[in-house]
Antibody
Framework: QMQLVQSGPEVKKPGTSVKVSCKASGFTFSHSAMQWVRQTRGQRLEWMGWIVVGSGNTNYAQKFQERVTITRDMSTSTAHMELSSLTFEDTAVYYC?????????WGQGTLVTVSS | DIQMTQSPSSLSASVGDRVTITCRASQGISNYLNWYQQKPGKAPNLLIYAASSLQSGVPSRFSGGGSGTDFTLTISSLQPEDFATYYCQQNYITPYTFGQGTKLEIK
């Protein structure tokens, strides 16, 4: 069945970077678009950006433009999201999700905690 | 960025009730509007895409409507498993912003 499995929780210090992975199975990864969304403690959902897997084209939210990089590895059907220059406000659950219209499959989420 | 505003922010209702949640966009988004359900500790689950298309596997008691700036999600007869938080999202133009959520609680 279709599945997105994300990497495990991370604890990072302010100013450092985090890289979250998202391994896809059960569908044609190369024909997909993968999006990244985060959810802070206040429960607000924030769209971060996406990658069109086949072409590698990316689009990032202006808020994260300078700090986020989304990549994919088609040999392992894995998407990655790297966020740099972390601050306490980046503490959140990070989700990958598939889709270009509605997001029909989601990973289980990765908790990233930024703590000194 | 397009602002998405949901109302109400929270709602108490009983099993069997008909419930409607609204979502308003700060500018026209045609029908590029999705609805999600989220339960505690879980990822969101797609219910409706393109404003009114029911996602495969979602019960028919869920329906969506609207176009332009005003949209609705209706649950025709609430079931116990429907008590959750609901979010709208526009995918008309990036960033694909979400509403703040509507928490549906048992009365």
């Amino acid at each position: 069945q279709m599945q997105l499995v994300q990497s495990g929780p991370e604890v990072k210090k302010p100013g450092t970077s985090v890289k979250v992975s998202c391994k896809a199975s059960g569908f044609t990864f190369s024909h997909s678009a993968m999006q990244w969304v985060r959810q802070t403690r206040g429960q607000r959902l924030e769209w971060m950006g996406w990658i069109v897997v086949g072409s590698g084209n990316t689009n990032y939210a202006q808020k994260f433009q300078e700090r986020v990089t989304i990549t994919r590895d088609m040999s392992t059907s894995t998407a990655h999201m790297e966020l740099s220059s972390l601050t306490f406000e980046d503490t959140a659950v990070y989700y990958c999700a598939r889709g270009s219209m509605g997001l029909d499959y989601w990973g289980q989420g990765t908790l990233v905690t930024v703590s000194s | 960025d397009i602002q998405m505003t949901q109302s109400p922010s929270s709602l108490s209702a009983s099993v069997g009730d008909r419930v409607t949640i609204t979502c308003r966009a700060s500018q026209g988004i045609s029908n590029y509007l999705n609805w999600y359900q989220q339960k505690p500790g879980k990822a969101p689950n797609l219910l409706i895409y393109a404003a009114s298309s029911l996602q495969s596997g979602v019960p028919s008691r869920f329906s969506g409507g609207g176009s332009g700036t005003d949209f609705t999600l209706t649950i025709s007869s609430l079931q116990p498993e429907d008590f959750a938080t609901y979010y709208c999202q526009q995918n008309y133009i990036t960033p694909y912003t979400f509403g703040q959520g509507t928490k549906l609680e048992i009365k």
